[in-house]
């Protein structure tokens, strides 16, 4: 009858230890998923900022070429303000005192 009792308290713990085994599986599984979604979301958070950096670059091309047509109208409003200043007739002094 003893080796019945031993029998019963050892598939307690065979049971115990095994549940434990499970749960640690579980654990290490959740683990491991975790480390891959965080490394996968990391690269694409890096890609992302690879695709900004580029995106900046043109962005900022654009806002450079747009200054340089920007100063070349400045430039040609000028130029066409002095003609239009050197084409007006400029109004002629009256000789003498009597208004007509």
């Not at 975790?34 to 962005?59: D, F, I, W």
């Amino acid at each position: 009858m003893s080796a019945i009792g031993i029998t019963r308290t050892v598939n307690p713990l065979q049971a115990l230890s095994l549940v434990l085994s499970f749960l640690v599986l579980i654990g290490w599984g959740t683990f491991a998923y975790a480390a891959k979604s965080s490394a996968t979301a990391q690269r694409q958070a890096c890609e992302h900022v690879g695709e900004l950096k580029v995106s900046l670059g043109q962005v900022m091309a654009e806002r450079d070429e747009a200054r340089a047509q920007l100063a070349a109208a400045q430039q040609e409003v000028a130029v066409l303000t002095k003609r239009l200043e050197d084409l007006q007739p400029k109004p002629r002094k009256r000789r003498g005192g009597s208004a007509p």
